[in-house]
C-alpha cells in the first residue's frame, strides 16, 4: 500500500506528535508499505528519504505552546504536489484542525482520508471557531483514530462523531538497546528532567521548589535538564544551593533523548496540565528508567494508576520530593517499577500498534481508489486566489 503522511509540525523540532509520525512510517515501511511524509521543514538538508519539504515553518502559539506550522498559498501548492505525485492509496493526516499542513490535505485531497487525533483542550469560542472552519475539511475523513481517551473527547466535543482508541506508539528495543550518554557511569543517583523549559505546563517551577528537600537527603544527586529554552533564565530560576547538583543538556536528539533516558535512575514528569496521552512517559520505561509523573488523568492512565510508575498530586512540590527520595533510595522499590513499566510498555510496541493502523486503512480503501486533489475548489482554493497567505 502507498501510504501518505501528513505532519503538521516542523520536522526538525522534536516533539511528540512529529516522533509519532516518524515511527509510524518506519513500522509501516518494516511491514512492506511505501511511505512519504509531508512536513515543515526548516533545514531540508539530511532529511530522511521518506520526508517531503512542506514548506519553512512560523512559530505561532497553538494549544498551550509555541507550534511551528506552515500555511498560505505556497504550503498549500506543495501539498497539491505531494497529493498529484504521491499516487497514494491512503492519506493519513495528523492533528487534523491544525493551521498547518493538515487541514490543508484534507481540503485539497479526496479519496480514502483518514486522520489521527492527539491532542486535548477545553472548549472555548475560539476553538469552537476554528473548528467549525475544519468541519469542511474533516467531512471527507473517512476513518478516524485517537491517540487517547483524552484526545477522542475533544473530537467528540468539537465535532461529534467517534474514533477508534489507537494509543501513542513506540519502538521499545530502539529505546533498550542505547547506550548511557558519555560520562554518565551508574556511580551515582541520577534524575531527568524533559521538556521546554520556557513553558511553565511542564512544570520545572515544580521540581525547582522540591530540589532542596531532596538534595537533603540525597545529598550525591545529579540532576539532568535536557530541552529547548534559555539556560541562564532556567539557572536563575532555580533555588539556591541546588546549582551544584544541575546539568543542562539543552536541546537534545531523539537519539541522545534515548541515551539519556537510559542514563538515569528516575525519569521525572512534573507537567501541570496540556497532556491528553504522554508518550514521554513510555518511552521512559521503554529505556527502563523509573518514572514519577503528576498525578494528570492522561498520565495515570498510561502509569495504570501508579501501577507502572509513580505519581504525586499535580503541583505538589513537596509530595514530587518524597516520591523522588523513596525512589533514589530504595533500588528494590525502583527495580519492581521498572519490571512494571516493561511489561507495560509491550502494549505500546510499534510492532503491535501498528497492525491496528493498517486494519483502519484497509477499512476506508477500496481496491484500485487512490487519493487524488479535490477539484471542488475548496476553502483553500478561495484563499489562493486571493493571494492570502505566504
Not at 8 to 19: E, M
Not at 21 to 27: I, N, S
Not at 309 to 330: C, M, Q
Amino acid at each position: 500500500m502507498r501510504v501518505g503522511l501528513v505532519c503538521p509540525y516542523a520536522w526538525d523540532v522534536p516533539g511528540g506528535v512529529r516522533s509519532h509520525v516518524a515511527d509510524l512510517a518506519v513500522a509501516l515501511g518494516d511491514h512492506g508499505h511505501d511511505v512519504s511524509v509531508l512536513a515543515p521543514v526548516d533545514d531540508p538538508r539530511d532529511l530522511p528519504s521518506y520526508v517531503v519539504d512542506g514548506g519553512r515553518p512560523i512559530a505561532v502559539r497553538y494549544n498551550g505552546s509555541v507550534a511551528r506550522l506552515s500555511f498560505g498559498v505556497k504550503a498549500t501548492r506543495r501539498v497539491r504536489n505531494w497529493i498529484r505525485e504521491g499516487d497514494f492509496d491512503v492519506v493519513h493526516v495528523h492533528e487534523p484542525v491544525a493551521p498547518s499542513l493538515s487541514i490543508l490535505a484534507l481540503w485539497v485531497a479526496r479519496g480514502p482520508l483518514v486522520a489521527t487525533w492527539h491532542s486535548s483542550h477545553d472548549r472555548s469560542r475560539i476553538m469552537a471557531a476554528g473548528y467549525y472552519v475544519g468541519q469542511t475539511a474533516m467531512e471527507k475523513v473517512r476513518g478516524r483514530i485517537a491517540v487517547s481517551e483524552d484526545a477522542r473527547r475533544t473530537m467528540v466535543a468539537h465535532l461529534g462523531g467517534d474514533a477508534v482508541l489507537i494509543p501513542n506508539g513506540v519502538r521499545v528495543s530502539a529505546f533498550a538497546s542505547r547506550e548511557r550518554l558519555p560520562g554518565m557511569e551508574a556511580d551515582r543517583p541520577r534524575a531527568l528532567f524533559l521538556g521546554r523549559m520556557d513553558e511553565s505546563r511542564k512544570g520545572l517551577a515544580v521540581l525547582w521548589e522540591a530540589l532542596p528537600a531532596v538534595l537533603e537527603a540525597v545529598p550525591d544527586l545529579q540532576m539532568l535538564v535536557a530541552g529547548p529554552g534559555d539556560i541562564d533564565e532556567a539557572r536563575d530560576e532555580m533555588p539556591d544551593g541546588v546549582g551544584h547538583c544541575v546539568e543542562f543538556l539543552g536541546f537534545i536528539s531523539d537519539e541522545d533523548k534515548a541515551r539519556a533516558l537510559r542514563s538515569v535512575d528516575v525519569y521525572v514528569a512534573p507537567h501541570t496540565g496540556g497532556e491528553s496521552f504522554g508518550i514521554v512517559l513510555v518511552e521512559a520505561m521503554a529505556a527502563q528508567a523509573c518514572v514519577l509523573a503528576s498525578d494528570l488523568p492522561a498520565f495515570r492512565r498510561v502509569l495504570e494508576d501508579g501501577r507502572s510508575g509513580r505519581v504525586f498530586p499535580n503541583l505538589d512540590s513537596a509530595a514530587l520530593a518524597r516520591g523522588l527520595i523513596d525512589l533514589l533510595s530504595d533500588p528494590t522499590l525502583r527495580r519492581e517499577y521498572v519490571r512494571q513499566g516493561d511489561r507495560r510498555v509491550r502494549e505500546f510496541d510499534w510492532d503491535r500498534v501498528v497492525d491496528d493502523v493498517i486494519a483502519v486503512y484497509e477499512s476506508v480503501h477500496t481496491v484500485g481508489e487512490k487519493v487524488t486533489e479535490d477539484l471542488r475548489g475548496q476553502i483553500v482554493g478561495r484563499l489562493s486566489s486571493r493571494g492570502e497567505g505566504s
